[in-house]
């Protein structure tokens, strides 16, 4: 673990005050300078290691999805307790979406934390982590403990993405930009994820001095499974008793939102176990799940 929940609002102040170090960006860089400008005030998100795994095993099926209506803030940082994509061993150099080249992205580098973005029509992100090569973390030096600035990346907000369409130059990106957006959606209904509020209090440096304001930290975990616990089921007018559990997973479908309804918006159908109470499990794969 890079870093704890109650470390986040210090994490965001270190890296507000690096970034206050840096040389001013080049002529036409506005854009890279209003994201920027939007971390000191942006929400603070922790995910869980359960819902981190949840969006990344459902972000592959997402259906299009849009940033602008999927984003639950127009700025935020969210931490991962689990990495959601690494970068290649080689990634070369940095790309944005309009065609215009960043700074360089650092590659074998795991992706746990992303502060974005909306300005206008622009999705902007900085993903931060955890980098294992020696040589890649020799190019520059953490900006908090082990926590390194991987890549920052540039995307329109307002069209539809799909993980089953080649939009995005990178595939680490692409994987990483979808994963995201699977954790906005599932993260604003309830019965997927339970969102709940943390405060935490800034360290000031000084013991005699008191704790700094606190703030606000939105939790996201994953809700435990429904359960059908009926023992029995009809079929063609038998009854068929079970003596295992099984998952019944869950999927994507789209729902109308916005004026008019004219927009559409991707719902997860939570998945659930299946069969009597205290049964065997039948499958592995609820081992990904908190139950």
């Known amino acids: 673990m890079l870093i704890t929940l109650l470390?986040?609002?210090?994490?965001?102040?270190?890296?507000?005050?690096?970034?206050?170090?840096?040389?001013?960006?080049?002529?036409?860089?506005?854009?890279?300078?209003?994201?920027?400008?939007?971390?000191?005030?942006?929400?603070?998100?922790?995910?869980?290691?359960?819902?981190?795994?949840?969006?990344?095993?459902?972000?592959?099926?997402?259906?299009?999805?849009?940033?602008?209506?999927?984003?639950?803030?127009?700025?935020?940082?969210?931490?991962?307790?689990?990495?959601?994509?690494?970068?290649?061993?080689?990634?070369?150099?940095?790309?944005m979406a309009d065609g215009r080249w960043a700074e360089s992205i650092l590659g074998s580098a795991a992706v746990h934390g992303v502060h974005w973005s909306i300005t206008g029509d622009l999705l902007n992100f900085t993903f931060y982590g955890a980098v294992s090569d020696p040589v890649q973390r020799a190019r520059t030096a953490p900006l908090w403990r082990d926590v390194y600035e991987i890549a920052m990346y540039t995307v329109r907000g307002d069209v539809e993405y799909s993980p089953q369409v080649t939009q995005l130059r990178e595939p680490w990106a692409a994987h990483v930009v979808h994963t995201i957006g699977a954790a906005w959606l599932l993260m604003q209904q309830p019965r997927v994820a339970e969102k709940r509020?943390?405060?935490?209090?800034?360290?000031?440096?000084?013991?005699?001095?008191?704790?700094?304001?606190?703030?606000?930290?939105?939790?996201?975990?994953?809700?435990?499974?429904?359960?059908?616990?009926?023992?029995?089921?009809?079929?063609?007018?038998?009854?068929r008793e079970f003596h295992t559990r099984w998952m019944v997973r869950g999927h994507w479908r789209q729902q109308r939102v916005g004026p008019g309804r004219k927009y559409t918006k991707p719902v997860f159908v939570s998945p659930y176990l299946k069969g009597p109470e205290g049964a065997p499990i039948k499958t592995d794969r609820v081992n990904a799940w908190r139950h």
């Open 197 to 239: 509020s943390r405060r935490a209090s800034l360290h000031t440096g000084n013991k005699k001095r008191k704790p700094g304001k606190e703030q606000l930290i939105q939790v996201i975990d994953l809700r435990r499974l429904a359960h059908n616990d009926a023992e029995r089921e009809q079929n063609y007018g038998q009854s």
């Open 7 to 95: 470390q986040l609002p210090e994490l965001r102040k270190t890296l507000v005050k690096k970034e206050k170090l840096l040389p001013p960006p080049p002529p036409g860089a506005g854009v890279t300078e209003r994201h920027v400008a939007t971390l000191k005030n942006a929400s603070l998100w922790w995910v869980s290691r359960d819902m981190t795994k949840l969006a990344l095993d459902t972000a592959p099926d997402l259906p299009p999805w849009t940033p602008t209506i999927a984003a639950p803030e127009t700025s935020g940082l969210m931490w991962f307790d689990h990495p959601i994509g690494t970068t290649p061993a080689d990634p070369g150099e940095g790309f």
